[in-house]
């Protein structure tokens, strides 16, 4: 378990990271992972609630697949959140299947409500959740021919549901691309800079070997104000 506590926007921000203890099955490891988090987010005086974020990381797509569904039977209700994950074997230190990375915030205001907002029909991820003056969007994604396809296809997207949240491109303070490591980064930000006109502060590339589906190139979150 690797915890951060970060000050970012005036506001504090707790990031949690990790990996599975191998046991009997990916199901029972993933709750495992979720309750030494939950355990962690208690001593610092918050719960699964608090969650804004989570990306699930996983060796293998069967592993992602049960990951994933055990996480959605987790954070129900009031901890429903954004989310993406990915399959990248390297990104694993141990002999764990399933890692979790959580990002929680502790609100300024104890009162402060946190709202989830569903695809129509709603799907295991939300759309975006918005908390304390912030919105976080899920990672989206296409099954597209190309890599500039699937970016022409996302980013509008992206742009609606910004709008739909009352925020917009100028009000980004991180967008984080999962990019396949087939694809080029210097074509990813020709790409970006061809669709997106706004300065954002915090673009981030990390690269992985897969996602949800197969076909996908590319998987982009997004982090603005309201």
Not at 181 to 207: C, G, I, M, N, W
Request: hydrophobic share 40%; proline share 5%; glycine share 6%.
């Amino acid at each position: 378990m690797r915890t951060s506590v970060v000050s970012w926007l005036g506001k504090e921000f707790v990031a949690l990271s990790c990996e599975g203890h191998p046991g009997p099955s990916v199901a029972e490891e993933t709750r495992d992972v979720f309750r030494r988090i939950e355990d962690e987010l208690h001593a610092l005086g918050l719960s699964l609630a608090n969650t804004v974020r989570t990306r699930l990381w996983a060796r293998d797509r069967a592993s992602r697949d049960e990951g994933s569904k055990q996480r959605a039977q987790t954070l129900l209700g009031p901890a429903r959140s954004a989310s993406s994950s990915f399959i990248a074997p390297s990104f694993f230190e141990s002999d764990a299947r399933v890692a979790i990375e959580l990002l929680a915030l502790r609100p300024a205001e104890s009162g402060a409500s946190k709202t989830a907002r569903e695809y129509e029909p709603p799907i295991v991820p939300v759309r975006y959740c918005t908390y304390d003056g912030m919105v976080f969007l899920s990672g989206v994604t296409a099954v597209l021919p190309s890599l500039g396809d699937q970016i022409a296809d996302i980013l509008p997207r992206i742009t609606e549901s910004l709008q739909d949240a009352g925020s917009s491109w100028e009000k980004v303070e991180r967008v984080s691309c999962y990019l396949h490591r087939t694809q080029s980064l210097a074509d990813l930000k020709h790409l970006f800079s061809q669709h997106v006109d706004a300065d954002v502060p915090q673009l981030e590339v990390s690269f992985v070997d897969g996602y949800s589906t197969e076909g996908k190139l590319i998987e982009i979150e997004t982090t603005a104000r309201l």
